[in-house]
């Protein structure tokens, strides 16, 4: 039986958008994510973007309650 993978797409998007920023491939992110390189820069960019999108999910759940 194949296992299936869940893909977190949020995260692929921050993925994509750190390698166009940083100007690296997107292996290279992920490769840095996994700690098996080191390069700050990604790091950096990776975490403003992440905590971007959470602050935007944040203020749309206040304008319009799911619940």
Excluded: C, H
């Excluded at 996994?34 to 950096?44: A, I, R, Y």
């Amino acid at each position: 039986m194949k296992k299936k993978r869940n893909r977190d797409t949020v995260r692929a998007a921050i993925i994509i958008k750190t390698a166009r920023i940083v100007g690296v491939s997107e292996r290279q992110v992920n490769r840095v994510l996994n700690g098996d390189q080191q390069n700050e820069e990604v790091v950096l960019v990776f975490m403003e973007l992440s905590e971007g999108e959470t602050k935007l999910v944040k203020e749309v759940r206040k304008l319009v309650p799911l619940n």
